[in-house]
């Protein structure tokens, strides 16, 4: 097949040149080096995968779908391989998965219109009869786990500690897209009062007894704020984005909160849907989309910001996918363990067929740890 593409054109021996320097050298398509390679690609369990959770550098969990079956991977510190530990009810997709130890790992899937809700404990998987009614209009609803507590978001906010749920009631047309804790006493949520247009972002924050709205994210008009990280009680970000005019690009945006007020970093973020934010550990941010820099593709790529400016890195491009008119998808962002390097989870697509046919596959990525900076430990 390589060879009948590489006499086509001129422009597909190009991009096969591209593709094997790629496969080769950790490189995007121009060559530019990338501090991102690909763990997962190609014809794996998945087409698709939505979440990660690390709980150190050789173990981790990644959940998604293949088709209408829920998928959720393991990684060993070696390979990813599809998780088959006994318990796993069959469900559409897994769409948040939250660990925190090796005996503790949970993960959220749904159905058709039920919710599924399951639990690892080191041995098996077991679904926890979970509250309150799917969301139909955002049915990835997210969850967080921490020692003691776990939080589900939706159309009302939820804790469950010592086998007990607490329900938080939401306004109308609330949604909680989004939530990061960094303990049991101490989490922030986010979302939207919809419709986005007309509608307004929320933040939530649990102190331990209740959840508190908190001042209203100063973000663009029209965004739709969806993602959060905290890295501390003085450093909670929020982000989403909003359709450009005229077809034009997505406008993301970000906004920090110090402790006592928010403020708007978006700075040179640009050209972005925005699908995962987590704080870098260092005082930094990572995110991450879909790049709409060209508006018929979307390639591998990250931006970072170090507490003061943005910079846009490369991705790692897929053996395996498209080089012309690629189209790559990042859906979560995770620490891998303490490392200070990530994972990354989404998808990406293969190049299309004289057919017009193509395939979506899922897709897996790895950071290299960000070098140490003065004053960082």
């Not at 704020?225 to 009680?233: L, M, Q, S």
């Not at 972005?272 to 989309?289: C, E, F, K």
Request: aromatic share 10%.
């Amino acid at each position: 097949m390589r060879t009948r593409h590489l006499l086509r054109t001129a422009t597909t021996s190009l991009a096969l040149a591209a593709t094997l320097l790629i496969t080769a050298g950790g490189a995007d398509a121009a060559g530019t080096a990338s501090s991102w390679t690909v763990s997962l690609s190609g014809d794996s369990a998945a087409e698709s995968l939505m979440s990660v959770s690390s709980v150190s550098d050789d173990l981790a969990w990644a959940v998604g779908r293949d088709a209408q079956h829920g998928v959720i991977m393991r990684w060993d510190g070696k390979s990813w391989r599809e998780d088959t530990t006994p318990g796993l009810p069959d469900v559409w997709q897994w769409s948040s998965v939250s660990a925190v130890s090796a005996d503790e790992v949970w993960a959220y899937g749904t159905l058709v219109r039920d919710q599924v809700l399951v639990h690892y404990d080191g041995v098996r998987w077991s679904v926890v009869p979970t509250v309150g009614p799917s969301d139909d209009g955002w049915p990835e609803v997210p969850i967080k786990a921490v020692p003691g507590r776990l939080f589900k978001g939706g159309k009302e906010l939820y804790t469950y500690a010592d086998g007990a749920w607490q329900t938080f009631p939401l306004p109308n047309l609330v949604h909680i897209r989004d939530i990061d804790a960094l303990s049991a006493d101490d989490a922030y949520a986010t979302g939207m009062q919809y419709p986005v247009d007309g509608g307004h972002p929320v933040t939530y924050h649990w102190d331990g007894t209740t959840w508190t709205l908190m001042e209203q994210p100063p973000v663009r008009a029209g965004t739709d704020t969806a993602k959060i990280a905290v890295e501390a009680p003085d450093s909670v970000y929020v982000a989403g984005w909003a359709e450009g005019p005229h077809a034009d690009p997505p406008i993301p945006s970000v906004v920090h909160w110090n402790g006592s007020a928010w403020k708007d970093i978006t700075g040179s973020l640009a050209d972005l849907y925005v699908n995962a934010i987590s704080s870098d550990g260092r005082g930094g941010l990572w995110i991450a989309g879909q790049d709409k820099t060209e508006l018929a593709e979307s390639s591998p790529f990250f931006w970072h910001y170090d507490g003061a400016t943005w910079s846009k890195e490369p991705g790692a491009w897929a053996p395996d996918g498209a080089v012309e008119r690629p189209d790559y998808g990042f859906y979560d962002l995770e620490p891998a363990g303490d490392t200070g390097a990530f994972w990354a989870v989404g998808e990406y697509s293969t190049p299309m067929t004289k057919n017009g046919e193509w395939t979506i596959n899922g897709l897996i990525e790895h950071s290299a740890p960000l070098p140490m900076t003065p004053g960082t430990h």
